[in-house]
Nanobody, 123 residues
Framework: QVQLVESGGGLVQAGGSLRLSCAAS????????MGWFRQAPGKERDFVAG????????YYADSVKGRFTISRDNAKNTVYLQMNSLKPEDTAVYYC????????????????WGQGTQVTVSS
């Protein structure tokens, strides 16, 4: 069982930066692939970024590639999402998620979800 708690969301102007954190419980955090998804009002929950258990592979949605960076610190049971050059279209609730094995871009592949953190980018 893994419990996930996100933090770091907020209101930022376009062009600004935020760093989201996701703290995980459990002693097997290092064995899980981690992901970030986001959901804007009236839209589906979309893949943003993923990282494999050893941190050796990172993956991004085309819409955030070059602006966002996912990383993890297995000693701290924490995964991060550094978001730079934010745009109004990045406004959404951001969710941290975990699954055994390799990362996936599919919402249905993940077993554990955080409660979400709101990111609002003003123009």
């Amino acid at each position: 069982q893994v419990q996930l708690v996100e933090s770091g969301g907020g209101l930022v102007q376009a062009g600004g930066s935020l760093r989201l954190s996701c703290a995980a419980s459990g002693r097997t955090f290092s064995s899980y692939a981690m992901g970030w998804f986001r959901q804007a009002p009236g839209k589906e929950r979309d893949f943003v970024a993923g990282i494999n258990s050893g941190g050796g592979g990172t993956y991004y949605a085309d819409s955030v590639k070059g602006r966002f960076t996912i990383s993890r610190d297995n000693a701290k049971n924490t995964v991060y999402l550094q978001m730079n050059s934010l745009k109004p279209e990045d406004t959404a609730v951001y969710y941290c998620t975990a699954r055994a094995g390799y990362y996936s871009r599919s919402y249905y592949s993940y077993n554990y979800w955080g409660q979400g953190t709101q990111v609002t980018v003003s123009s």
